[in-house]
T-cell receptor, first 114, second 115 residues
């Protein structure tokens, strides 16, 4: 069965420091992986996705993610965190072919302090 | 701008009183989804429409129904809301998943309170 795991409920980072939000996946076949961000009382916003190609994927707001097939990971990274990056981050995997859907991880709350 | 719109943003209803949440899209996407999200949890897929084809998740309660009268609109009906149905309800759209690998575009959500 397809699944994603976000092992950290919360990540705390000082503004200006690099941040990493972890995600590991379990899929049969090729993995199609996504990161979404959710600000309080808002819907989810797409950040980036990995379908194929370069293992380092660049996305919105300066975020990037590294696909590592051997470690079955897709960690979200940013070189320098901003207070405004504080939000809930969801990793997701696509499954199911032409009628497919997303499976979301449980989410990681990122808190960036000044 | 092309977008996904949900109305209302906040809905208060009484225990057992039917309620309808609305979603519209200007993206002309084939697929529309309804998710339930409880506090700081992952969104839980309730059902989705692929064009006019309705797909219900196995564990979605019968209390939840949906209608999609045309490409642009989709409604979530909760026939007899219970206290446990209080949540954020998210609508999302995507192009044909076999092409887009299911990059979904979300509306801002409707927060439902049940008194």
């Amino acid at each position: 069965a397809q699944s994603v795991a976000q092992p950290e409920d919360q990540v705390n980072v000082a503004e200006g420091n690099p941040l990493t939000v972890k995600c590991t996946y379990s899929v049969s076949g090729n993995p199609y992986l996504f990161w979404y961000v959710q600000y309080p009382n808002r819907g989810l916003q797409f950040l980036l996705k990995y379908i194929t190609g370069d293992n380092l994927v660049k996305g919105s707001y300066g975020f990037e993610a590294e696909f590592n097939k051997s470690q079955t990971s897709f960690h979200l990274k940013k070189p320098s965190a901003l207070v405004s990056d504080s939000a809930l981050y969801f990793c997701a995997v696509f499954y199911g072919g032409s009628q497919g859907n997303l499976i979301f991880g449980k989410g990681t709350k990122l808190s960036v302090k000044p | 701008d092309a977008m996904v719109i949900q109305n209302p943003r906040y809905q208060v209803t009484q225990f057992g009183k039917p309620v309808t949440l609305s979603c519209s899209q200007t993206l002309n996407h084939n697929v529309m989804y309804w998710y339930q999200q409880k506090s700081s949890q992952a969104p839980k897929l309730l059902f989705h429409y692929y064009d006019k084809d309705f797909n219900n998740e196995a564990d979605t309660p019968d209390n939840f129904q949906s209608r999609r009268p045309n490409t642009s609109f989709c409604f979530l009906d909760i026939r007899s809301p219970g206290l446990g149905d209080a949540a954020m309800y998210l609508c999302a759209t995507s192009r044909d998943p076999s092409v887009s690998y299911n990059e979904q575009f979300f509306g801002p959500g409707t927060r439902l309170t049940v008194l």
